[in-house]
């Protein structure tokens, strides 16, 4: 941070178009390039069409669920109630399927609004009750967990999913592309077009950058941060639901393993973790790059002890490079 | 304003704490069939002493308006470490108490030098590290299992006299020899500041980020300790991802129920220790008045969602909207 003259210097001799790229994003599109190389060594088949269209597939997931966490981080703000609104959704969709035809029309909805009302829950203890968000979301996740235990029994869901569900997430609308590329692709769009081009999308950056000056020009913080937490429990949710399609039943835990990739992907892709930078499309590098990285781990048939350590090694190590704070001093 | 005064309104948090405990301790023991016999505090307070030694390294990093979502899986490998190296002779024993505590507080280094001197966010850094330990964990121990000491535990889970719990004993130990100086230190001075208000304690020439250090670093250790008696209580190491997490979430239950504010610079580790023993007194008291079991972690999320509400009333006494933004 100290040689920013020099930094601007260089830039300066930079053609236009490369010099408004963000380098955040550029790094995380290089480690994508340098994970499909290193996976080339260890399988050939990594990179097949067949093999890459699969990944996004999974990676969608993430994608849709990295999306809302996104949105709160612009706001300087954390949802760690991503584990259980991501099983809430699936869980719930699957209970609603068991009741009959209505359900099976009103599961997806009805999972996504449960996701929206533990979002609500964190946007009035952010938004209105001035909580720190780390705290509240902690609660409602435990809030989630209970409320699943006291439902499920302590046993594991037997319902499973609709065809619907399925079909989103495992179907193929046009010949070979997954459906669930497509709802990521829509979802990215959504948000993108919020971002740049709304004044929701205005407002959550200039909160995240200072919430007093948003407040003074007018701004209605506080709705916008409940709206932010409401959208991030929903798309937590809708994740949930895609999950429960991908392996046709829901599952107690199937959220616990979103939580520090979500966060990952989003801070990876340059998005400042104390709000108001940042870019969808370092959110996209970030989401490719976690689970590309995640498929080679399997791929090199790491046990899940190594997985672990590998991945707090590498988001601290790429934290280090280029998501640091400036010196307070 | 006389001195006691001032005394009492800087402990308000921490005798309210204590209060809190003691009712609902009072409730539980006057409804459990045993009554209140020796045996009866030995179980609770073995049960407690866990939770407060996580709950106290929380306390440390919350002073200094920090946060470690790591505390948890540090206590999980020290407690898979211990189940290998705390066994043997008095000398193999000692020297094995030795390294958990020593790498509980290596990790508590590795976290201050990344928060600290890599300048991360407390949040995300703590809980990629938390991956890290809890893979760790994992490679110690893929399966439960191992051994510990025997002697030594019972020692240190039984009776002192036949009345007193040995592991109080041990907690009261520790807040001496670990708390009570580091409270008093320069650094621990420095921790508060800079928690109040981190520009004011640079202007003042404080050593922030020395006393920001020394606090991670101590919570690693304190969270050691708790891994070691978890070992003491199991006699067996186990890499349970579930159970890394509910303590760093219920030690920042017990943190804000000890009275310490999550903004820094307020609270101790006494009070927190006090939240602790309030917490798992609330799964006790659902026994007693037999609740079915299941409700339990539905009833815990719900009291930490109320306690962490009641840090709002702050907001009725702003005069001025902006003081909503800190």
């Not at chain 1, 979002?119 to 009035?124: D, H, I, P, S, Y």
């Not at chain 1, 046990?303 to 307070?328: C, F, K, S, W």
């Not at chain 2, 670093?217 to 349970?240: P, Q, R, V």
Request: hydrophobic share 55%; with cysteine; proline share 3%.
């Amino acid at each position: 941070m100290s040689d920013i003259t020099g930094e601007r210097g260089m830039e300066r001799r930079l053609p236009k178009f490369i010099r408004r790229i963000d380098p955040a994003v550029a790094t995380a599109f290089g480690c994508i390039l340098l994970l499909l190389a290193v996976g080339s060594i260890y399988s050939t088949s990594f990179l097949s069409v067949e093999y890459l269209l699969q990944q996004l597939k999974v990676a969608s997931f993430l994608g849709v669920i990295a999306t809302g966490m996104m949105i709160v981080i612009l706001l300087g703000q954390i949802d760690l109630s991503v584990p259980w609104s991501v099983a809430v959704g699936g869980m719930m969709a699957c209970a609603a399927a068991a009741f009959g035809h209505v359900g099976e029309v009103l599961a997806i909805p009805f999972g996504i609004l449960c996701g929206m009302a533990i979002g609500l829950t964190n946007g009035v203890g952010v938004a209105y009750l001035r909580i720190p968000s780390m705290i509240i979301t902690l609660a409602t996740n435990a809030v989630a967990q209970g409320l699943m235990v006291v439902y499920t029994g302590g046993f594991s869901p037997q319902d499973s999913a609709t065809t619907a569900m399925r079909y989103i997430a495992t179907g193929f609308l046009v010949p070979g592309v997954p459906n669930a590329v497509f709802i990521w692709a829509l979802i990215g769009a959504a948000a993108v077009f919020a971002f740049t081009r709304t004044t929701f999308g205005r407002s959550v950056y200039a909160i995240g950058n200072r919430e007093r000056a948003a407040y003074l020009s007018g701004v209605d913080t506080r709705r916008v941060v409940l709206i932010a937490f409401v959208v991030s429990g929903g798309l937590s949710a809708f994740g949930g639901v895609l999950l429960a399609g991908y392996a046709s039943k829901a599952a107690q835990s199937m959220g616990d393993t979103y939580l520090l990739p979500s966060i990952a992907a989003v801070v990876l892709g340059g998005t400042s973790i104390l709000g108001g930078r940042g870019s969808y499309l370092g959110t996209v590098a970030g989401v490719i790059l976690i689970t590309l990285l995640q498929s080679i781990l399997s791929v090199m048939q790491m046990p899940e002890a190594g997985r672990q350590i590998i991945y707090g090694v590498v988001i601290v190590a790429m934290l280090l490079v280029y998501g640091r704070q400036r010196r307070t001093e | 304003m006389k001195e006691w005064r001032f005394w009492l309104a800087e402990q308000r948090q921490t005798l309210m704490a204590i209060g809190i405990f003691a009712v609902m301790f009072a409730i539980y023991v006057a409804n459990h069939p045993a009554g209140f016999t020796a045996n009866v505090v030995q179980t609770a307070a073995n049960k407690s002493v866990l939770l407060a030694f996580v709950a106290m390294a929380q306390t440390l990093v919350v002073i200094t308006a920090g946060i470690d979502l790591s505390v948890g899986m540090i206590f999980i490998l020290t407690n898979c470490l211990a189940s290998w190296l705390v066994v043997g002779g008095a000398g193999a024993t000692t020297l094995g108490v030795i390294a958990v505590l020593g790498s509980g507080l290596a990790c508590g280094i590795l976290n201050g030098l990344i928060v600290i001197y890599g300048r991360l966010q407390p949040i995300v850094a703590t809980i990629a590290t938390g991956a890290a330990y809890f893979g760790i964990a994992l490679l110690l121990r893929p399966y439960p299992g191992g051994s510990v000491n025997e002697d030594l535990a019972d020692a240190l889970t039984g009776k002192l006299f036949g009345v007193v719990p040995a592991s109080l004993v041990a907690l009261a130990a520790v807040v001496l020899v670990v708390w009570v100086p580091f409270s008093r230190s320069v650094l621990g001075r420095a921790a508060y500041a800079s928690g109040s208000s981190e520009p004011a304690a640079y202007m003042s020439g404080m050593p922030i980020r020395r006393a920001k250090f020394l606090a991670y670093a101590l919570a690693g250790l304190l969270a050691s300790i708790g891994g070691l008696f978890l070992t003491f209580f199991t006699y067996t190491g186990e890499a349970a991802y579930a159970s890394g997490n509910a303590y760093t979430l219920f030690s920042i239950a017990a943190v804000v129920l000890g009275g310490v504010s999550l903004f820094g610079g307020k609270g101790s580790v006494i009070g927190a220790i006090f939240g602790a023993f309030a917490f798992r007194t609330i799964g006790d008291l659902l026994f007693v008045f037999d609740f079915d079991p299941l409700w339990q972690p539905l009833f815990q999320g719900v009291v930490l969602l109320i306690a962490v509400s009641l840090g709002a009333f702050g907001l009725f006494r702003v005069r001025n909207r902006l003081e909503w933004f800190g």
